[in-house]
């Protein structure tokens, strides 16, 4: 049994998938495939049961991968101590974030945090929606993540960073195009699309139409599909104001007269769980920056 074969392990058990488990940790499928099969035949224990590519701990699998984690994670705690003593901190960290903000937030951030503090941590950004991001963070697939807040996950802290604008959206041949601001109560005779009810930025937008019984559709997941639907058709959208707008030549920006006009985008980061000193410090980095307080999910 080797170091190398723990770390296998705990990613295989974490993503419960062999391709993509072997494409997280740069190795082949089979050589991931023959050292699980190499510890399995040394413990003279089955850990997984295997349904093609696709795997589920056993009950004994269960029991070693807390052993694993524990044992891995005492590990790192001494290397982190070592590289603090030493003043070498770098380390690598994952961050699973919503597509909005990887056109500009995002980016900023990191070369900020490179530039002012830790020039030697390496970045491994991931996207996906709000659901995906946090469960990557409560499979420890993700150190932290940015995205919508979530009710009942105890477990996860969020931090509010930042907040985006919500606006209407129209093509430059659209009867509302002329207009610079705009009343929800002004928008009824319109068809209009928005995000998906099932995204939490989609429950955003229904509470906010709610008063006014507005009929829309609720279909999309992102920016750039609600702005090539617009473009290409007479549909009015209510969506985030994000860089992504910004390919769209003949999208027209209406800002909402109305309260409460804007979605709120946090940090997220799992408070049960060793984390390495790197992920520590761009956490507070990002706590600092953010300058409002931390808010927790209830139970």
């Known amino acids: 049994m080797n170091l190398n074969q723990l770390y296998y392990f705990r990613k295989l058990a974490q993503l419960q998938h062999f391709t993509h488990a072997a494409k997280e940790l740069y190795i082949t ?59 070498i901190i770098g380390g690598i960290i994952d961050i699973g974030c919503i597509p909005t903000l990887c056109g500009d937030f995002l980016p900023n951030i ?31 697939k993700y150190d932290i993540g940015f995205c919508s807040i979530l009710e009942n996950e105890p477990n996860i802290e969020f931090v509010p960073i930042l907040t985006q604008e919500l606006v209407l959206v129209v093509n430059d041949k659209h009867p509302l195009a002329k207009e610079k601001i705009i009343g929800l109560q002004d928008i009824g005779d319109y068809p209009l699309i928005t995000y998906r009810q099932s995204l939490p930025i989609g429950k955003t937008i229904t509470e906010l139409l709610k008063p006014y019984n507005l009929h829309v559709s609720y279909d999309f997941d992102d920016e750039i599909t609600i702005g090539g639907m617009v473009c290409s058709t007479n549909v009015a959208a209510i969506t985030a104001r994000t ?53 927790k999910t209830a139970n």
């Open 29 to 87: 499928q089979p050589s991931l495939s023959g050292a699980i099969s190499s510890l399995e035949e040394e413990l003279g224990i089955e850990l997984f049961h295997r349904q093609g590519r696709k795997i589920k701990l056993t009950k004994y699998g269960k029991v070693f991968y807390q052993y694993v984690c524990n044992s891995l994670g005492e590990l790192e705690k001494g290397i982190d101590c070592l590289k603090e003593s030493s003043g």
């Open 110 to 140: 990191v070369n900020g945090y490179l530039d002012t503090v830790n020039s030697k941590t390496k970045f491994n950004i991931f996207t996906g929606m709000t659901l995906d991001v946090i469960e990557g963070i409560k499979s420890e």
């Open 243 to 295: 860089s992504f707008l910004l390919q769209f030549h003949k999208l027209k920006i209406i800002k909402l007269d109305t309260p409460n006009n804007t979605r709120t985008v946090y940090m997220a980061y799992n408070n049960n769980i060793y984390h390495t000193m790197a992920v520590k410090m761009f956490a507070d980095y990002m706590i600092k920056k953010s300058k409002i307080r931390k808010i």
